[in-house]
T-cell receptor
């Protein structure tokens, strides 16, 4: 069935390193992708999004890359900080009749060591 | 000035009971959602409402009934609670519910524990 998944469930990095979190999706009709960050005890928080007509989008310290050929999405965090420690989710929206419906991946736990 | 708020934050109850979780958003958004997050952190949409009208109704037991008295509120009522209902429930809202642009803003979650 249609799904969004992550290759690595956990990622541990040192403070100052760059982090890359990966996500694979299977629904070729998906046209909008979002990365969310969820800190312990809190709700998911929007980080960055990208539409299917783009292959790269940059924010503050974060970059999302989209490779539609292999249905792969990644989130790059530059100069990772302890405050970046959280669970990161990718989500997709297939558009069309999937009105506002996001399908979330399983999540990757990012741990940043000082 | 909380954007999306939920009450209660924690809810512990016995099997068979009926309980409600309330959600309010002050963002002026037209669309609200309920998600369930299981113990493995998997997030799955349950319902969405746009201007008080049900838009998304996933395969959820009919013991779960959302109610939207106005577009700023979306409450979730659960009848005959079961052990498997234990999870964290998140409310979210977005401007219009458009699939290609809207950011969904999440509440802090309600941790439901059924004993």
């Amino acid at each position: 069935g249609e799904s969004v998944g992550l290759h690595l469930p956990t990622l541990s990095v040192q403070e100052g390193d760059n982090s890359i979190i990966n996500c694979a999706y299977s629904n070729s009709a998906s046209d909008y992708f979002i990365w969310y960050k969820q800190e312990s005890g809190k709700g998911p928080q929007f980080i960055i999004d990208i539409r299917s007509n783009m292959d790269k989008r940059q924010g503050q310290r974060v970059t999302v890359l989209l490779n539609k050929t292999v249905k792969h999405l990644s989130l790059q965090i530059a100069a990772t900080q302890p405050g970046d420690s959280a669970v990161y989710f990718c989500a997709e929206n297939a558009g069309g009749t999937s009105y506002g419906k996001l399908t979330f991946g399983q999540g990757t736990i990012l741990t940043v060591h000082p | 000035d909380t954007a999306v708020s939920q009450t209660p934050k924690y809810l512990v109850t016995q099997m068979g009971n009926d309980k409600s979780i309330k959600c309010e958003q002050n963002l002026g958004h037209d669309t609200m959602y309920w998600y369930k997050q299981d113990s493995k952190k998997f997030l799955k949409i349950m319902f969405s409402y746009n201007n008080k009208e049900l838009i998304i109704n996933e395969t959820v037991p009919n013991r779960f009934s959302p109610k939207s008295p106005d577009k700023a509120h979306l409450n979730l009522h659960i009848n005959s609670l079961e052990l498997g209902d234990s999870a964290v429930y998140f409310c979210a809202s977005s401007q219009e519910g458009r699939p290609d642009t809207d950011t969904q803003y999440f509440g802090p979650g309600t941790r439901l524990t059924v004993l």
